[in-house]
């Protein structure tokens, strides 16, 4: 028995989507499919009208752990993907200080992991997955460590950030209320593979509010409506 069945999701460019599921869903099977990272038994991963299936590189992942190395800077882990293709040392440096500003790290560049809060810690991260410049990024519940109001500024520093660099995210949360802060759409994933009952996507819910509103939003019973129907789904 397979662990997702008849999966058909899309997202737009320049789109912030979120998938929300349950604990166990396959959520992270998805998206390691989408990544390129297994095969999956049936269906196509289409980028850009390209099929990528199977093919790993075609889209940027950031896993919900920064993964930055200790003994290496914050420049060096950020550049490391540079580095790691064949790209000079100093031109790859000189590329991902180059972003240091518009991802809030300015300054921190000689600083190591330990030296960072959290925060800090996932927008190296962050700037690490995005300096290939993938078309698509990636990214599996990127906040879950932070504490409440780290998250708060997190998201509200992600908004920012699509807009900015015109980013093209998927982005897999089980907090709905993240999602509700976040997304321009919310695809609900739905199963319970370990029973036998593989997952598919059970509905979408479009959250109508400019992306710059969101703060204020969130706390409206538009929100709240919001809420409502992406946990009648679940």
């Known amino acids: 028995m397979g662990v997702l069945d008849d999966v058909s999701l899309s997202v737009g460019a320049g789109q912030l989507v979120c998938l929300v599921g349950r604990s166990g869903s396959g959520k992270s099977t998805l998206f390691h499919a989408l990544a390129g990272l297994s095969m999956p038994d049936a269906g196509t991963v289409l980028l850009e009208g390209e099929d990528v299936t ?47 500003a518009r991802f809030g790290l300015e300054g921190s560049q000689g600083l190591y992991p330990d030296q960072l809060s959290g925060g800090m810690r996932q927008r190296a991260a962050l700037l690490r997955t995005c300096l290939m410049d993938d078309p698509v990024v990636l990214m599996d519940e990127p906040f879950s460590a932070l504490d409440a ?27 709905v209320d993240e999602a509700v802060a976040l997304a321009d759409r919310i695809l609900v994933l739905r199963g319970d593979p370990a029973a036998g009952v ?37």
């Open 54 to 100: 199977g093919h790993p590189g075609s889209v940027a992942y950031m896993l919900q752990k920064d993964l930055l190395l200790p003994e290496r800077t914050v420049l060096d882990n950020t550049a490391l993907p540079l580095l790691l293709r064949g790209v000079p040392k100093a031109e790859a440096r000189t590329r991902a200080s180059g972003r240091f």
């Open 198 to 234: 593989p997952s598919s996507v059970a509905g979408e819910v479009d959250v109508d509010c400019p992306r710059a509103d969101r703060a204020g939003f969130v706390l409206t019973e538009a929100a709240l409506e919001v809420k409502r129907a992406v946990l009648a789904l679940l």
């Open 149 to 175: 109001l780290t998250r708060q500024d997190m998201r509200a520093w992600l908004l920012d950030l699509v807009d900015a660099v015109g980013l093209t995210v998927l982005l897999v949360t089980h907090d």
